[in-house]
Each structure stands twice: as structure tokens, then as C-alpha cells.
């Protein structure tokens, strides 16, 4: 049981280029996100999927595409990155044991990206 | 809407101190608080969590929060700090759709 997975954990990309980060979890997790982390500003949910074959944008969509793939499975992707991305990304699934009971986000380790 | 505010993003204690980590939260609704403790390069890990049970909840590590509704306060506390708890620590109330809603965060320093 692995938990969250994320690859990669470190990336450089130039401005301009394109990119997808991968997320999995193995806890049969319906609900599926992507933050970004940013000094002094916590962590900023990006888009959210809360079943398979839906996909919702959060506080800071602008530039970012999401894919549920499959149950498991949660990219982004970054079409033309600007520098403005820059930032730490982490993707989480949450349990919904109902009214209260479960309400955990598990989150991953992170990936890295810098854009140059 | 729902928000947090997180008083000091930097506080610092000596081993075997009081842990006081402070939490304000904005919301229209009965609200779902979290707090969770990142290591250096590390993800997120689940300290504790209200969810309208008991108003003192005990986490892992020692680390415990009070809900206080009067005061919308959700305060960290542990009665003695140890270096390995040198971490940043986020505050965060469940918005719509379930989505976690952050504070800045504080950054634990722990000194000998």
C-alpha cells in the first residue's frame, strides 16, 4: 500500500515547454486534487475531481488541464509553462467515510518544478 | 466561503516548551477543521481533525486542538516541544466539494 504516488519529484522545464505530472493512489479514494504550494501562501487547490470522469477547477486553474484517467490515476498538465509556475505540487485523494467519519485528505510526497 | 488565518508564520521554542500554534477560521457553516504538519521536502501529514465530536481533539505525536466556537479558534498545543517537531504547520477548514481550504502556514523552530 503505497499510499499517493507522484513522479516526477524534480523537474526543470523552460519557458514555453510542456509537461504532465503524474499522481496514483491506491486506497480506492473517490475524490482526487491538485495544489500548488507557494511561500507564505499555504497550498492553493489548482482543480479537484471528485469522482471518476469528473474534473472541477479550484482557486488557481489558469494554465493547468487535469485528466482523471481512471479511479487511480490524477495528471496535470502544463501546456506552455511560465515562470509564474515555478512552485512545489501536490496531489492528495480523500476518503468519504460519510457525515464526518473519514474526512482525510492523504497527500503525496510532491513534485518540484522550476520553470526557467 | 470559508478561510483561516494563521497567526506568525515563524514561531520559536525551546526543547520542552509549550507548543502554542494559532488557528482562526472564517466560516458560514459548522466548519471541518485540520491541522497538518510538513517535514522538510516532504508531503503533508494528518495531525488532527474536528469534525463536531468531542471540542478537544488529541492527535498524533502529542499534538493536541481545541475548537473553540466563541472564539473561532482552533489552536495547536503541545505541553513539550522536542526537536523532532521542527516542521511547517497548516491550518485548514473544509470548503465545498470537500476541497481543503489552507492557511500560510507556521514554520516551528526547535532550540536546545
Known amino acids: 500500500n503505497a499510499g499517493v504516488t507522484q513522479t516526477p519529484k524534480f523537474q526543470v522545464l523552460k519557458t514555453g515547454q510542456s509537461m504532465t505530472l503524474q499522481c496514483a493512489q491506491d486506497?480506492?479514494?473517490?475524490?482526487m486534487y491538485w495544489y500548488r504550494q507557494d511561500p507564505g501562501m499555504g497550498l492553493r487547490l489548482i482543480y479537484y475531481?471528485?469522482?471518476?470522469?469528473?474534473?472541477d477547477k479550484g482557486e488557481v486553474p489558469n494554465g493547468y488541464n487535469v485528466s482523471r484517467l481512471n479511479k487511480r490515476e490524477f495528471s496535470l498538465r502544463l501546456e506552455s509553462a511560465a515562470p509564474s509556475q515555478t512552485s512545489v505540487y501536490f496531489c492528495a485523494s480523500r476518503n468519504s467515510g460519510g457525515q464526518g467519519l473519514g474526512e482525510t485528505q492523504y497527500f503525496g510526497p510532491g513534485t518540484r518544478l522550476l520553470v526557467l | 466561503a470559508q478561510s483561516v488565518t494563521q497567526l506568525g508564520s515563524h514561531v520559536s521554542v525551546s526543547e520542552g516548551a509549550l507548543v502554542l500554534l494559532r488557528c482562526n477560521y472564517s466560516s458560514s457553516v459548522p466548519p471541518y477543521l485540520f491541522w497538518y504538519v510538513q517535514y522538510p521536502n516532504q508531503g503533508l501529514q494528518l495531525l488532527l481533525k474536528?469534525?463536531?465530536?468531542?471540542?478537544l481533539v488529541k492527535g498524533i505525536n502529542g499534538f493536541e486542538a481545541e475548537f473553540k466556537k466563541s472564539e473561532t479558534s482552533f489552536h495547536l498545543t503541545k505541553p513539550s516541544a522536542h526537536m523532532s517537531d521542527a516542521a511547517e504547520y497548516f491550518c485548514?477548514?473544509?470548503?465545498?466539494?470537500?476541497?481543503?481550504?489552507f492557511g500560510a502556514g507556521t514554520r516551528l523552530a526547535v532550540h536546545p
Open positions: 486506497m480506492n479514494h473517490n475524490s
Open positions: 475531481s471528485a469522482s471518476e470522469g469528473t474534473t
Open positions: 474536528y469534525t463536531s465530536a468531542a471540542t
Open positions: 485548514a477548514v473544509r470548503g465545498g466539494y470537500n476541497k481543503l481550504i
